[in-house]
């Protein structure tokens, strides 16, 4: 099985298991930003299934489901030290009509959330704390990161980073004692190249957003399916690129046509595939791909014991969808 050595020194296994489509349906504004009905039964399920499969690593946020995300995880794994949270602040969402407020970044705020995780988790101390607003500038997050170390030296937080894919921003702060991790978007469409080296030159544990590309490295959505109603997916948001209206990109469904037999190579699953393209191309990076129901952990941790594509694979993964000069 395929591990790493985390900032505490502990080895876990390589692919962790993201928690944002379990913590159901947050409204900002009058924009979705779930992923559609979800069932808690089937993911406590997904979660025990997760457990038994050997994963340690589970990435959440207070935004998700307004905490409802992180209550599943505290309910299966609060008490097991064996288990490591990773748990985001910025965008307050009340718990009881799931809609999305301000941005809160005082020292004030960020503790608020800290408490609220920590209830949510049951966990004294969180982890993995990281500042979950993407491409803030870095001379506006002095205080956030000050808080943080605050934090940290408190004994609340055991540490932190940044959810960013500003490699200046992440530059700006990762010099500091308490900064251990980014959480970034990795996958084979997007390969982050910068950021991911400087995350290797800096040992930094990069936690990969987006691994499967929101679902469509799962190769189901290229059939024209739609995504169904209350779906992020359908939401007509500049940065979403893999979907359009609900339905996957043809211009990246054609690029994954490519490289379908390649990913499915060695008796892989297109998101096995998808998820051995991470685990080959950086060794810093630790893939949290999402779930909602028990059969998407059996495929994701499965890539696991299939391991990382040959090199041969990802050579002939990078010749067929590099751009023309």
């Known amino acids: 099985m395929q591990t790493m050595k985390i900032w505490t020194g502990r080895d876990i296994p390589r692919i962790g298991v993201g928690c944002w ?34 994963a340690r690593l589970f990435d959440t946020a207070a935004y998700y489901g307004g905490g409802h995300s992180e209550r599943l995880l505290g309910q299966t794994f609060g008490s097991r030290d064996d288990v490591v949270f990773v748990t985001k602040f910025g965008t307050a969402v009340d718990p009881e009509t799931r809609r999305a407020g301000d941005t809160d970044l005082s020292p004030a705020g960020i503790r608020a959330s800290v408490e609220r995780s920590r209830q ?35 004994g609340r937080i055991g540490a932190y980073g940044w959810s960013n894919d500003s490699l200046a921003g992440v530059r700006a702060f990762a010099d500091r004692d308490g900064f251990v991790a980014i959480e970034n978007d990795f996958n084979v469409f997007t390969p982050a190249t910068d950021l991911m080296r400087y995350a290797e030159d800096k040992h930094l ?58 990913l499915t190579s060695g008796g892989r699953t297109m998101a096995q595939g998808a998820l051995g393209w991470i685990l080959a191309r950086s060794p ?18 499965g ?18 969808l590099r751009e023309p000069a």
């Open 205 to 262: 544990v990069a936690i990969s957003r987006l691994p499967l590309a929101m679902g469509m490295l799962t190769g189901k959505y290229n059939a024209g399916r739609h995504v169904g109603t209350g779906d992020i997916r359908a939401e007509p948001l500049d940065w979403m690129t893999f979907f359009k209206n609900g339905v996957a990109n043809p211009d990246y469904v054609k690029r994954l046509d490519s490289i379908r037999d390649l």
């Open 120 to 154: 949510n988790l049951r966990r004294d101390r969180l982890d993995l704390l990281l500042f979950h607003v993407n491409g803030h500038p870095p001379e506006q997050s002095v205080e956030v990161f000050d808080t943080l170390e605050a934090l940290r030296s408190e």
């Open 21 to 54: 489509a379990i913590g159901g349906d947050v409204l900002a504004g009058q924009t979705h930003t779930g992923y559609g009905h979800v069932d808690d039964a089937h993911s406590l399920a997904g979660l025990r299934l997760a457990d038994e499969m050997g």
């Open 284 to 301: 810093a990076a630790l893939p949290v791909p999402g779930f909602k129901t028990p059969a998407q952990i059996r495929d994701n941790l």
């Open 303 to 320: 890539a696991l014991e299939k391991g990382p594509l040959p090199a041969p694979v990802m050579h002939e993964i990078d010749v067929l």
